[in-house]
């Protein structure tokens, strides 16, 4: 069965810190990857996906960027963080075929 | 554009009584419709999911949902509520754009009380 996994779970990091974030899936070949991001009152936004190595697309210009260095491996990047980067972070997979996407535990950061 | 609206941010019901979420949706073409659960600190889980056929769905935990085109809607409902169903419940759209991203509507707190 497949699993995804995130870590870490909860971060605190300075205003202008670097960020790294890591997403893994196991059980399954070529996914489709994603990265949301749910902030609080603001529901969940779709940050960037993924539909092979290397391949990224944005969607919301941002103080992000994300990388995929493995077929199911999606990492989630910034330079120098802001206060309002703060959220909860939630990677998220799909197959082929129908449309589901399955979310991973997510991880807090919380950027002071 | 495509949107989601979840009327109702926090439910409260009694333990045994019954549960009805409301959702709707704006989207051109046919919808792909979700509902997801999230416990506190705590990821995504599917409930349910429609595609096609069937306008009404079963998922997990006993929890069912009635697709409706007519008034584009897709309401959770559950006829019995127990208390570890207090979570957050998200409408969701898979949209064609953006990698067949979703579309999430704001949430609805639910809170069961004893």
């Known amino acids: 069965s497949q699993t995804i996994h995130q870590w870490p779970a909860t971060l605190v990091q300075p205003v202008g810190s670097p960020l790294s974030l890591e997403c893994t899936v196991e059980?399954?070949?070529?996914?489709?990857l994603y990265w949301y991001r749910q902030a609080a009152g603001r529901g969940l936004q779709l940050l960037f996906y993924?539909?092979?190595?290397?391949?990224i697309s944005s969607e919301v210009p941002q103080n992000l960027s994300a990388s995929r260095p493995q077929d199911r491996q999606f990492i989630l990047s910034s330079k120098k963080l802001l206060l309002s980067d703060s959220g909860f972070y939630l990677c998220?997979?799909?197959?082929?075929?129908?449309?589901?996407?399955?979310f991973g535990p997510g991880t807090r950061l919380l950027v002071l | 554009a495509q949107s989601v609206t979840q009327p109702d941010i926090h439910i409260t019901v009694s333990e045994g009584a019954s549960l009805e979420l409301r959702c709707n949706y704006s989207?051109?073409?046919?919808?792909?419709l979700f509902w997801y659960v999230q416990s506190p600190g705590q990821g995504l889980q599917l409930l349910l999911k429609?595609?096609?056929?069937?306008?009404l769905v079963q998922g997990i935990k006993g929890f069912e949902a009635e697709f409706k085109r007519s008034q584009s809607s897709f309401n959770l409902r559950k006829p019995s509520v127990h208390w570890s169903d207090a979570a957050e419940y998200f409408c969701?759209?898979?949209?064609?754009?953006?990698?067949?991203?979703?579309?999430f509507g704001a949430g609805t707190i639910l809170r069961v009380k004893s």
């Open positions: 993924s539909v092979g190595i290397g391949q």
């Open positions: 059980g399954t070949s070529n996914p489709n």
């Open positions: 998220a997979w799909r197959g082929t075929g129908p449309e589901t996407q399955y």
């Open positions: 969701a759209v898979g949209v064609e754009e953006y990698g067949n991203k979703l579309v």
């Open positions: 989207y051109g073409a046919t919808p792909y």
């Open positions: 429609y595609f096609s056929g069937d306008t």
